[in-house]
């Protein structure tokens, strides 16, 4: 009987870990086949043979060749699995984000590589399980906000034409959703209007609990089907439970990773950036439950089967939809 190896812990054991190919070949293996019965990712035959030299197989259904990589986001990458397993690391455990150009050093590759690369990754981190919060007895927090440049930042007749009377426009609107003692879903809406507002909060909350926002006029109507209390921020930011504090601090960990660390975050890719920050959130560590940077990895890497997106798609070169989940 085999003994089971034991996982890395800190980047230091992770890239003396995976500096053994077959070590990170075994690893990767154990992830994309879990039951340890190898399929055809093409065909899902288990008719084949191995080729341990190059460490791929022959299916003998489709009859053609397929590597550990094949049907995963690493497909049809030169890099190697050691420089996968160690940006994923990276990526998943910098609570503040990590840039592609610190990635390329850190592994010796371009920058464009890198950006692909942290793409990929998010892509694996992305929850594509539809989220329900709350419940009766619950408590969620449903909050939003704007990413874009500062006012204070901006020159003046840029001011003007992205600060109007009407509120803010030329900015991204992100609302979030916060169950206290949970889990945060956050998502890019077009608007802050009514029915964008309350949509996404009919869907992602279940029906009878208690709600807390601010006093915008577009959560007005959530009664009597959520238990809606608002708080003035005009006057105050907590009377009592009544508060989006918890939400508050989401946003403040979201807007110090695309301002301090990825600067420039372009409106069509947005959504991936929160979907990693929603991930370390969501998979942090808390007084009740501890998780550790080998854990949050691992929650990372057995989410990269079937979720393959191509530079082309990237980029919206291609013929599919940029915003492809």
């Not at 690893?27 to 080729?51: D, N, Q």
């Not at 006057?235 to 110090?256: A, S």
């Amino acid at each position: 009987m085999s003994t089971p190896v034991k996982l890395p812990k800190t980047l230091q054991e992770a890239v003396s870990f995976f500096s053994d190919p077959q070590k990170t070949f075994d690893y990767a293996v154990s992830l994309r086949w879990p039951t340890g019965k190898v399929t055809c990712p093409r065909c899902e035959s288990t008719e084949h043979s191995f080729i341990s030299t190059r460490r791929l197989w022959y299916c003998k259904g489709c009859k053609k060749q397929f590597t550990v990589k094949v049907g995963t986001i690493f497909e049809d990458s030169a890099l190697g699995m050691d420089k996968w397993m160690i940006a994923v690391w990276m990526i998943v455990n910098c609570k503040n984000g990590i840039s592609s150009y610190e990635i390329a050093r850190a592994l010796g590759i371009t920058q464009k590589s890198a950006w692909f690369m942290m793409h990929r990754v998010r892509l694996a981190m992305h929850n594509k399980d539809f989220v329900k919060l709350g419940g009766p007895g619950s408590e969620v927090e449903v909050d939003e906000t704007f990413i874009g440049g500062a006012a204070r930042f901006m020159h003046s007749e840029r001011r003007k034409r992205v600060i109007t009377e009407r509120g803010v426009k030329d900015k991204m609107a992100v609302i979030g959703i916060l169950e206290r003692g949970g889990k945060v879903h956050a998502n890019v809406i077009p608007t802050r209007r009514k029915h964008h507002l309350q949509g996404e909060i009919r869907a992602h909350v279940a029906a009878k609990s208690a709600i807390y926002t601010d006093a915008l006029m577009s959560y007005q109507g959530l009664n009597p089907d959520f238990a809606h209390k608002t708080i003035d921020h005009a006057e105050r930011y907590v009377e009592g439970q009544i508060h989006t504090n918890g939400l508050e601090n989401f946003w403040c960990l979201l807007k110090r990773g695309l301002k301090g660390t990825y600067i420039a975050v372009e409106p069509f890719h947005l959504f991936r950036y929160v979907d990693e920050q929603v991930f370390r959130y969501n998979n942090r560590a808390t007084k009740d439950h501890f998780i550790g940077d080998g854990d949050r990895f691992q929650i990372a890497m057995s989410h990269i089967a079937n979720r393959r997106i191509t530079y082309e798609q990237l980029t919206g070169k291609g013929t599919d939809a940029v915003h492809q989940a």
